[in-house]
C-alpha cells in the first residue's frame, strides 16, 4: 500500500484563486517535505516540517504557504495561484536517517 | 554549498547495453548520497544509497554506483539495460546543515532505452 498519498493528482486552478495541496503519510516519519518539479529541471525544495504544528521554509518558499496539523498530514497552499506555479508537485516523508519516500504527485496547471 | 551536477540530460542506449550515468558531487567532507529513479507519471523512487565505507554500493533491478571522494563523483551503472529501465535517474546529496532529510538533487538524466 502506497505509504505518501496526495490529492488531488491533477488541478486545474484560476490565476489569482486559492489552491490547497494535500499530502497524507503513514510512514509515522516526522519529516515531511513539498517539491516542485519544472519540465527539464530537478526538484526544489519549497517548504518543509520536522514536527506537527511547525513548518520551514525551503530554497522558494515564496508565494506558498504550509501547514503540518498532523504528523500525518502537510497541506501546500497557494494563496493567489500564478502562472508561474504550473508544475507538478512532490510530497516527500523521511524518518532521521535522509532517505525519502515520495508520494505520486499533483499535476497543477494555472490558467 | 553541497550541491550535485548530472552533466548528460539525456542518455540514449540500446537495449542490452551497458550504461554509466554521471553524478559530481560538491559536499564539506565525506556525504551521504544517493539515486533515486523516477518513471513516467511517478514519484521518486530509492535506487540505492551510499554511506561512508565500501565505495561500491548495490541496489535494485541490477543497478550499483561507484562513490570516488578523489574525483568527487557517484556514477550510476548497470551492466545491461531494460526497455523497463526508461525513466529520469537524478543524484542527491545531504545540505551539510543540522536540518536532518532535506536533500539537495541534481537535475536529472533522462535515460531512454531503443531495441
Known amino acids: 500500500e502506497a505509504a505518501v498519498t496526495q490529492s488531488p493528482r491533477s488541478k486545474v486552478a484560476v490565476t489569482g484563486g486559492k489552491v490547497t495541496l494535500s499530502c497524507h503519510q503513514t510512514n509515522n516519519h516526522d519529516y515531511m517535505y513539498w517539491y516542485r518539479q519544472d519540465t527539464g529541471h530537478g526538484l526544489r525544495l519549497i517548504h518543509y516540517s520536522y514536527v506537527a504544528d511547525s513548518t520551514e521554509k525551503g530554497d522558494i518558499p515564496d508565494g506558498y504557504k504550509a501547514s503540518r496539523p498532523s504528523q500525518e498530514n502537510f497541506s501546500l497552499i497557494l494563496e493567489l495561484a500564478s502562472l508561474s506555479q504550473t508544475a507538478v508537485y512532490f510530497c516527500?516523508?523521511?524518518?532521521?536517517?535522509?532517505?525519502?519516500?515520495f508520494g505520486p504527485g499533483t499535476r497543477l496547471t494555472v490558467l | 554549498a553541497q550541491s550535485v551536477t548530472q552533466p548528460d540530460a539525456r542518455v540514449t542506449v540500446s537495449e542490452g547495453a551497458s550504461l554509466q550515468l554521471r553524478c559530481k558531487y560538491s559536499?564539506?567532507?565525506?556525504?551521504?548520497l544517493f539515486w533515486y529513479v523516477q518513471y513516467p507519471r511517478q514519484g521518486l523512487q530509492l535506487l540505492l544509497k551510499?554511506?561512508?565505507?565500501?565505495?561500491v554500493v548495490q541496489g535494485v533491478n541490477g543497478f550499483e554506483a561507484e562513490f570516488s571522494k578523489s574525483n568527487s563523483s557517484f556514477h550510476l551503472r548497470k551492466a545491461s539495460v531494460h526497455w523497463s529501465d526508461w525513466a529520469v535517474y537524478f543524484c542527491?546529496?545531504?545540505?551539510?546543515?543540522?536540518?536532518?532529510?532535506?536533500?539537495?538533487f541534481g537535475r536529472g538524466t533522462r535515460l531512454q532505452v531503443y531495441a
Open positions: 516527500a516523508s523521511s524518518p532521521d536517517s535522509d532517505e525519502q519516500y
Open positions: 551510499y554511506y561512508p565505507g565500501d565505495p
Open positions: 559536499y564539506f567532507g565525506t556525504p551521504y
Open positions: 542527491a546529496v545531504p545540505p551539510g546543515t543540522q536540518v536532518v532529510g532535506q536533500l539537495t
